[in-house]
């Protein structure tokens, strides 16, 4: 058997539960790999499609994103031989409903659940909005007089070709899954299964402390809180809210905040916080979980939680809202 992921980037939580999935079925003889978006490719699609992306976002209060992209989706010549197309995160790639209804019918469809976006007319984060359930109108996110017309008619795409193709739903948490579960596009497909993300435990484990406080310049003696995500600046990781609080505990002094992501962030006047990038590398993630005395995530939401569970590996104590699938991924 042949199994293709795609995934849009090559990094992210998504990236890595699709990589770890992929390697998971190689070890047991099934011929898996892993594709993401060419993130090279310019041209005039490549333009035309940021346009397209700037409408949504003139269009709507929160971040949505429609189906028809003009970017191209795996070639062919990718497509030899697969048997089962294993769908992440895509959003932001290629027209999925339209690609699923040219793909040959005995190809299998599996579609992994990292957030709302397969399952609704454009949203991606549960905001207590269950309109999903039924026909995605009004949608409370989109500018009037679109908000009733184009959620809907995105929903309606997704469930025509997600229906013709008997795809198969795998949430990432228990509780994503029960939301899932009451889209009409789930419905009609037979529900969703979960399969919680995993970790490679030979790179997040207990790490020497001293050893990784010194690789990065911290005194030995700091009181260190890790804080991270993929992108700073994602508004739902809440990273500026979460440094305002910290700058303004009692005592700052030997506090040290090591801050891992792409992008940058206000920093409060007198705050000792050290910004490391984006850490793609396990190894580095692991060795950045081993300065802290704690790992804190401030998100509004996560579908389940996979960097609080590095951090846990690594033995660091993490701090987290009880909200989505957190719970699942740090339970008390």
């Given at each position: 058997?042949?199994v293709?992921?795609?995934?849009?980037d090559?990094?992210?939580?998504?990236?890595?539960?699709?990589?770890?999935?992929?390697?998971?079925?190689?070890?047991?003889g099934?011929?898996?790999?892993?594709?993401?978006?060419?993130?090279?490719?310019?041209?005039?699609?490549?333009?035309?499609?940021?346009?397209?992306?700037?409408?949504?976002?003139?269009l709507?209060?929160?971040?949505?994103?429609?189906?028809r992209r003009?970017l191209?989706?795996p070639?062919?010549?990718?497509?030899?031989?697969?048997?089962?197309?294993?769908?992440?995160t895509?959003a932001?790639?290629?027209?999925?409903p339209?690609?699923l209804?040219?793909l040959p019918?005995?190809?299998?469809?599996?579609?992994?659940l990292?957030?709302?976006?397969?399952?609704?007319?454009?949203?991606f984060?549960?905001?207590?909005?269950?309109?999903?359930s039924d026909?995605?109108?009004?949608?409370?996110?989109?500018?009037?007089?679109?908000?009733?017309?184009?959620a809907?008619?995105?929903?309606r795409?997704?469930l025509?070709?997600?229906?013709?193709?008997q795809?198969?739903?795998?949430?990432?948490?228990?509780?994503?899954?029960n939301?899932?579960?009451?889209?009409?596009?789930v419905r009609v497909c037979?529900?969703a299964?979960?399969?919680?993300?995993?970790?490679?435990?030979?790179?997040f484990?207990p790490?020497?402390?001293?050893?990784?406080?010194?690789?990065?310049?911290?005194?030995?003696?700091a009181?260190v809180?890790?804080?991270?995500?993929?992108?700073?600046t994602?508004?739902?990781?809440?990273?500026?809210?979460?440094?305002?609080q910290?700058?303004?505990?009692?005592?700052?002094?030997?506090?040290?905040?090591?801050?891992a992501g792409?992008g940058?962030?206000?920093?409060?006047d007198?705050?000792?916080?050290?910004?490391?990038?984006?850490l793609?590398?396990?190894r580095?993630?692991?060795?950045?979980?081993?300065?802290a005395?704690?790992?804190?995530?401030a998100?509004?939401?996560?579908?389940?939680?996979?960097?609080?569970?590095?951090?846990?590996?690594c033995?660091t104590?993490?701090?987290?809202f009880?909200?989505?699938?957190i719970?699942e991924a740090?339970?008390?």
């Amino acid at each position: 058997m042949r199994v293709l992921h795609l995934n849009t980037d090559p990094s992210g939580g998504s990236y890595e539960y699709a990589a770890l999935l992929s390697i998971a079925l190689a070890e047991r003889g099934i011929d898996s790999r892993v594709l993401c978006k060419n993130a090279s490719a310019k041209g005039a699609r490549f333009f035309l499609n940021r346009l397209i992306r700037r409408a949504s976002v003139s269009l709507s209060r929160e971040p949505w994103h429609g189906t028809r992209r003009l970017l191209l989706p795996p070639g062919p010549e990718e497509l030899v031989d697969v048997d089962v197309i294993h769908l992440h995160t895509v959003a932001d790639w290629f027209d999925v409903p339209g690609w699923l209804e040219s793909l040959p019918i005995s190809t299998g469809v599996v579609i992994s659940l990292h957030d709302m976006w397969h399952v609704t007319g454009g949203c991606f984060l549960y905001r207590g909005c269950d309109l999903y359930s039924d026909i995605c109108a009004p949608c409370p996110i989109l500018k009037t007089p679109l908000n009733r017309l184009l959620a809907k008619d995105e929903q309606r795409r997704k469930l025509r070709a997600y229906r013709s193709r008997q795809v198969r739903f795998v949430a990432n948490s228990q509780w994503l899954a029960n939301l899932a579960q009451q889209s009409p596009i789930v419905r009609v497909c037979g529900g969703a299964r979960v399969i919680t993300p995993g970790i490679d435990m030979t790179f997040f484990g207990p790490q020497d402390m001293a050893e990784c406080r010194a690789a990065h310049s911290i005194p030995p003696d700091a009181f260190v809180i890790a804080v991270g995500a993929a992108s700073l600046t994602d508004t739902n990781k809440n990273i500026p809210w979460l440094l305002k609080q910290l700058s303004q505990l009692p005592n700052l002094k030997g506090v040290t905040v090591v801050l891992a992501g792409e992008g940058s962030v206000p920093v409060p006047d007198g705050f000792d916080v050290r910004l490391v990038g984006n850490l793609a590398d396990r190894r580095e993630r692991a060795r950045f979980f081993g300065v802290a005395d704690v790992f804190v995530s401030a998100s509004l939401m996560e579908t389940y939680g996979l960097t609080l569970v590095e951090a846990m590996a690594c033995g660091t104590p993490v701090v987290a809202f009880r909200v989505g699938g957190i719970p699942e991924a740090a339970p008390e």
